[in-house]
Each structure stands twice: as C-alpha cells, then as structure tokens.
C-alpha cells in the first residue's frame, strides 16, 4: 500500500466511524420513578398529599417502602387518582421469608410486577452456611412470586461486596440464584462506593438488572449522597448499556434530607434532560 492509499483508506474509515456516531439516534429515559423512601417523613404526614406532588413534579412511577397503614386497595385508589404507577415495592426479608402469601396479594393488587427484598442484615450473615440459606430464601422466593405472575429481586448495599466465608455475598447471590426467578436491582451509588464498577457486573451478568436506583456521589471524603448531576457518577456512561443490563425502572432515591422536595425537582429535572 503506498502513501496515497493509506490516507484514503484511513480518511474513509474515520469518515465512516463519525457519520455511525451521527446515525445513532440520542436516547432519554421513557419513564424516571421515585424510591418513596425519599419522601418517607412526608409520606407519614400526607401519604395522597404526597403521591400528589411526586406526580406534580413529573414522576410516572413509583417504588414503595411500606405503606404506611393503608391496605393495599387504599394504595391502589391513591395511585389511580394521581395517573401514577408502581412497578415494585420493598419488602422487608422477614416478611420475604414468612408472610408471602400477603406479600403477593397487596403486589397483585397494587399493580406491580416485583417483590424486592432491600437488604439482608449483616448479622444474618457470618458464615457461606448463612449465604446458602438466603439464596435458598431467594429461589423459594422467585419460584413464589412466578406463579403468581411476578418477579422477585433484590437491592443492594455497600455492604453487600464485603466477603462472607472468603466470598462477596453479592456475587455468590448472582452466581448461584437461579437467573429466572432472582433479579436485581441495583443501586449504582452503593455499588460505586463500595469501590466497584456497574459495567462490570452487566457484562458479567446481562439481563439480571432490570431496576436501579440513581442517586449521585458528593465530592467530599466521606462520599455522600447528593443530588443526580452534581456529583462524580458518570450517569451518561452507565445509561447506554441500560440494554445489556436489561433496565427497565430507574428509580432517584436520596435518602436523609430534612425538606426532600427541593432535591426531589432536581434530580427529576436533570434525569428528564440527559441525553446519552
């Protein structure tokens, strides 16, 4: 190949390279939902009252964390009345492991397509013997919700990639939860700031993650949570393989703060601007 050819088949190919980025159409969240556990106080106080003002805000959809003493056909009423919907709710594991039928019944009511167990405390597990009976728990769990037309999942914390018998407890519930019936939903913040990376786990397990929680990490050494945007996750890298990871919910949740609402529009407002 002489000179000539080489710069023109190079032009080409970054030619072709740039107008393939230029095809690629920009994509945005279809939906943005509300982790109500960042409004729990105000939930407390008004629970229509404040389904009303998510709604108001622009949120479509909604993840419950208790229900605040209404039955589950009270929950449904509400949701009807404000347009917005609930895809999924946190259930604590006593009630994954001993109160399912009830479980199934208010999810079945409410709407929702998961049952989400948010932790499992650290004192449950000391040994891989205590990691082996949750993912018992879990795949029981699954099977459960399946027949009921539902899908089990779990949340992570940070403390969930602290090793258990010489093992991430997070990764053994990956590797040996049955893919069908065990689904996660990750929370991006925890997972970055237990020094881990959300990419990695997609391509290691695609399709397992069809909800995350998206809050961001402050700049200080603590590493705080702060509103979608202002922090250091890179939220325009991690979107574009929503795919791969099978994302369907994106839930903001931000936790402890005295007045919510201020936070509550920005994160709203960032997410229904971002183009990745």
Same mark, same amino acid.
């Given at each position: 190949?002489?000179?000539? %050819?080489?710069?023109?088949?190079?032009?080409?190919?970054i030619?072709?390279?740039?107008?393939?980025?230029?095809?690629?159409?920009?994509?945005?969240?279809s939906?943005?939902?509300l982790?109500?556990?960042?409004?729990?106080?105000?939930?407390?106080?008004?629970?229509?009252?404040?389904?009303?003002k998510?709604?108001?805000?622009?949120?479509?959809?909604?993840?419950?964390?208790?229900?605040?003493?209404?039955?589950?056909?009270?929950?449904?009423?509400?949701?009807?009345?404000?347009?917005?919907?609930?895809p999924?709710?946190?259930?604590?594991y006593?009630?994954?492991?001993?109160?399912?039928?009830?479980?199934?019944?208010?999810?079945?009511?409410i709407?929702?397509?998961?049952?989400?167990?948010p932790?499992?405390?650290?004192?449950?597990?000391?040994?891989?013997?205590?990691?082996?009976?949750?993912?018992?728990?879990?795949?029981?769990?699954?099977a459960?919700?399946?027949?009921?037309?539902?899908?089990?999942?779990?949340?992570?914390?940070?403390?969930?990639?602290?090793?258990?018998?010489?093992?991430?407890?997070?990764?053994?519930?990956?590797?040996?939860?049955?893919?069908?019936?065990?689904?996660?939903?990750?929370d991006?913040?925890?997972?970055v700031?237990?020094?881990?990376?959300?990419l990695?786990?997609?391509?290691?397990?695609?399709?397992?993650?069809?909800?995350?929680?998206?809050?961001?990490?402050?700049?200080?050494?603590?590493?705080? %949570?702060?509103?979608?945007?202002?922090?250091?996750?890179?939220?325009?890298?991690?979107?574009?393989?929503?795919?791969?990871?099978?994302?369907?919910?994106?839930?903001?949740? %931000?936790?402890?703060?005295?007045?919510?609402?201020?936070?509550?529009?920005?994160?709203?407002?960032?997410?229904?601007?971002?183009?990745?």
């Amino acid at each position: 190949m002489n000179r000539r %050819q080489f710069l023109v088949g190079t032009s080409a190919g970054i030619l072709s390279a740039h107008f393939s980025a230029l095809a690629r159409p920009e994509r945005k969240l279809s939906a943005i939902g509300l982790q109500l556990y960042s409004v729990r106080d105000e939930m407390k106080r008004d629970f229509d009252g404040s389904l009303q003002k998510v709604a108001s805000i622009g949120y479509t959809e909604v993840e419950f964390a208790g229900y605040f003493d209404h039955s589950p056909r009270d929950v449904r009423a509400a949701l009807d009345g404000t347009g917005l919907r609930s895809p999924a709710s946190h259930i604590p594991y006593d009630q994954i492991e001993k109160s399912m039928p009830a479980v199934l019944d208010a999810a079945q009511v409410i709407g929702q397509e998961y049952v989400v167990c948010p932790s499992v405390e650290k004192n449950r597990l000391r040994t891989i013997e205590d990691v082996k009976n949750v993912v018992e728990v879990f795949n029981n769990a699954g099977a459960r919700c399946k027949k009921a037309g539902l899908q089990f999942a779990y949340h992570n914390h940070d403390f969930d990639f602290e090793p258990v018998g010489g093992k991430m407890f997070y990764d053994v519930l990956l590797a040996e939860t049955d893919p069908q019936l065990v689904k996660f939903e990750m929370d991006l913040y925890w997972v970055v700031k237990a020094n881990q990376r959300p990419l990695d786990y997609f391509a290691r397990y695609p399709g397992r993650f069809p909800m995350v929680h998206v809050k961001d990490m402050d700049h200080t050494p603590a590493r705080g %949570q702060t509103e979608v945007g202002r922090g250091i996750i890179d939220f325009k890298e991690i979107f574009p393989h929503s795919d791969q990871a099978g994302i369907r919910h994106y839930f903001v949740e %931000q936790e402890d703060l005295a007045n919510p609402w201020p936070s509550m529009q920005i994160n709203f407002e960032y997410l229904r601007d971002l183009r990745f």
